[in-house]
């Protein structure tokens, strides 16, 4: 792998963490309200 890759490579993957980063709580809570709602 060329050094060109893996400064794309890191781009990628800091990307990635960081959508992760707001993407995880945003599905956790939509999780909570379908559970809730179909609880009550």
């Given at each position: 792998m060329s050094v060109h890759?893996?400064?794309k490579a890191t781009a990628t993957y800091s990307g990635f963490m960081a959508t992760l980063k707001w993407a995880v709580p945003v599905i956790a809570v939509i999780t909570f309200a379908v559970?809730?709602?179909i609880a009550s």
């Open positions: 890759d893996m400064e559970v809730a709602a």
